[in-house]
């Protein structure tokens, strides 16, 4: 298996160590479901989001340590801020597709 990238970013703050945690991992692919929740049981965080670039949108789900949830909302803010601030994502609006809907 290739090198994963997993960035925890402070979501609601404007200073480290504040706000709500949350890691990112963005995929080229999907890892299977059991990866996924072992990645963030490891993490450790309330949330873990991973998301696959599909198309123009960004397939997005997240798990906690211990299951896959619908929705985060600050899971959702920290991965827009890993695709616009450290991936360098050009788009001004990024659309996420999940089991919640866009």
């Known amino acids: 298996m290739n ?7 402070d979501a609601f703050c404007e200073k480290v160590f504040s706000g709500n945690p949350a890691a990112v ?3 080229e692919e999907w890892l299977s ?3 996924m929740q072992k990645i963030a049981m490891e993490n ?17 789900r997240w798990f906690t340590p211990t299951i896959e949830v619908n929705l ?15 991936q360098n994502y050009s788009g001004e609006v990024i659309t996420f597709n999940s089991r ?3």
Not at 44 to 60: C, M, Q, R, S
Not at 72 to 86: K, Q, R, S
């Open 44 to 60: 450790n965080l309330a949330e873990t989001a991973f998301y696959v670039k599909d198309g123009n949108d960004f397939h997005i």
């Open 3 to 9: 090198k994963l990238k997993i960035f925890q970013v």
């Open 72 to 86: 985060c909302g600050h899971a959702t803010l920290a991965a827009a801020h890993v695709i616009f601030h450290l």
């Open 25 to 27: 991992c963005p995929l």
């Open 33 to 35: 479901d059991e990866l």
């Open 100 to 102: 919640s809907g866009y």
